[in-house]
């Protein structure tokens, strides 16, 4: 099935003018730039029912907006069997009047979506929704996105960034605990000096404290990588962050958050983590490594338009003889490599567009057949700009034929040991483990199910045209029987980045994806393969000899020689193999979630807390065939692992 999505794409052209105008605070303004808006992609089923009701629910906002001057409503109606559910809120920081004026553009201009069952229509100053179903408690979904300004900040770029970074972590982390989600903040970039950084964050007042955190987290995450740019927007269906070196709001609306920060238990390691990300030691830190990361993201385009539940784009069925001819019926000279789960090619669609085709080979299993199109359908509504899209599928007799989009720069295995070895600087790497590190938190905690990849590897992660990594092949192993989970029977891991848990016990959690993760991060610091054991390392693998240097305080001997020593920082290089260490501890519990290693790496401080134990060291007898590694590649080692345990020392 092809949904079609309606979308009124960002206003790109009206944003320019309201930079240059920087009119961003006077009334109108408010509804001036459009974040997101779309349509549904379902109709309503009794169109005249459906909009009385809309009607109905807006006259309800509006009164309570207006003759309670509440900045948050939700309203419903039923007539029938047609339900209407809405909500519009405003932010906080709108007088009466700016937010009823909010609503009256908003519900005037959202009137657009035809004869869909749903609209959304997202400002600067305010929300406008409505829908069929219930969708007040939605925070995080598909579609989210950021707007970020194209002018670097007036003061101190350096600074600006640390500030704001500083910032946008606090607020994430004091919004939930604020009652009513919402804070306003405004930070001095230079003590006496004349920038400030202007910063607001808010939730639905229908989400939970846990479930604002989960969108904050989100919004934040994408929101910092619009710095050190002078002003970013970030949005989701249940929150809304934005900062700005420009005032958006009156200096008394804002509140001090640091109140917020140190609340809750003491023994639990976010608490150390948020009372230490509160503390000014922060921000000296961030100061000391945002050097080397600097000159990043400018223009940057809302990354979706699709929010909210009712948007969930169905895959793509492609036609088998449309693949056919993209592939040049499944030709050599078109394929791109072999991994565990089938043959990738590069596939050329009649519109033009490239693709990677895998065919499957997942053996005879009915699980799979009943399976197959939910998990595809599953699959292709994971979105995140460091997970490889999956486009759509096909389906005839028994070939099963996923559709995904291409990387042209291919895999990060090829950049780190093979071809292009010694290409990558030491900043790529770090923006390489940090979205990494992104794409499996989002695949752990933010995607409304959890999906374990079980198959971390370098030739897994491919790199766009900007270097920025990918994951591939996540979901996949949820197709395989559920008796190939493991080592007795075979498993779905791979030699070398296996959790030993997983491969010796069948254990498996996200922490199992940790634990290949810190893999990958040693082997991107260090250009060498986990099972590869370098003659002068007295037999020693990848993973024994970091714990041995990490021991001994010879981090710097684990870098790549390739890389230039001017590049990176001694204390920040034993910081980054400690975040690596952490995360192949031998007990799965004492490793950190993706989430927490994502704010590890970017407030390194906090890594003095938590000291990495050590591993355990799997043996393996490596008379293995590394798989080749493919472009929406997946390898697969046909080694046969005999794995000894215990050791360690
Ligand atoms: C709903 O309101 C709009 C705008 O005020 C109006 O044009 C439309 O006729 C109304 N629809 C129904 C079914 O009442
Ligand atoms: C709210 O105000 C409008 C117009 O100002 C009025 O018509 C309506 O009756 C008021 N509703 C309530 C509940 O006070
Ligand atoms: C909604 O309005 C915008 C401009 O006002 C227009 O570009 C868009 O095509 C309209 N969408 C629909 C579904 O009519
Ligand atoms: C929805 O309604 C519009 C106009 O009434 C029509 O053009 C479109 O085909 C319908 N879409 C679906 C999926 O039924
Ligand atoms: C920002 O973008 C606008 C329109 O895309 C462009 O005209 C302007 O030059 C850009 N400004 C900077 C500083 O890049
Ligand atoms: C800030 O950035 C601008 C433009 O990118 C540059 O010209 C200026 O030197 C930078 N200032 C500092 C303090 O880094
Ligand atoms: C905040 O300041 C504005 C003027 O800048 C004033 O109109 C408003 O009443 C003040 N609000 C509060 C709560 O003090």
Redo the contacts with the bound molecule.
Sequence with gaps: MVLQV?V?VTTLVCWSIIISYDCVVVGDSQTRIVLNSG?SSYNASNLNSFYANVNATFLDLRNQISNQSKHFATAQAATGDVLVYSMFQCRNYLSRNDCVACFDTAST?IR???ASNGARLIYDGCFLRYESERFYDQTNQPGNGILCGNKTAKEGNATFETIGQTLLMNLQLATPKIKGFFAATKTQVTPGGSSAVYAIAQCVETATESSCLACMTVGYNNLQTCLPNADGRAYDAGCFMRYSETPFFADNQTIDITTYLNQGGSSNKWAIIGGVVGGVALVVILLAFLAWRQSRKSKRAPRGNILGATELQGPVNYKYSDLKAATKNFSDENKLGEGGFGDVYKGTLKNGKVVAVKKLVLGKSSKMDNDFESEVKLISNVHHRNLVRLLGCCSKNQERILVYEYMANSSLDKFLFSNKQGSLNWKQRYDIILGTARGLAYLHEEFHISIIHRDIKTSNILLDDNLHPKIADFGLARLLPGDRSHLSTGFAGTLGYTAPEYAIHGQLSEKADTYSYGIVFLEIISGQKSTEVKPDDDGEYLLQKAWKLHERGMHLELVDKELDPNDYDGEEVKKMIEIALLCTQASAGMRPTMSEVVILLQSRSLVEHLQPTMPVFVETNLKSREGHSTSTGSSTSNATASISLPSGR
Excluded: A, E, P, R
Aim: aromatic share 0%; proline share 0%; hydrophobic share 15%.
């Design positions: 309606k009124v349509c201009k657009n979506c035809s």
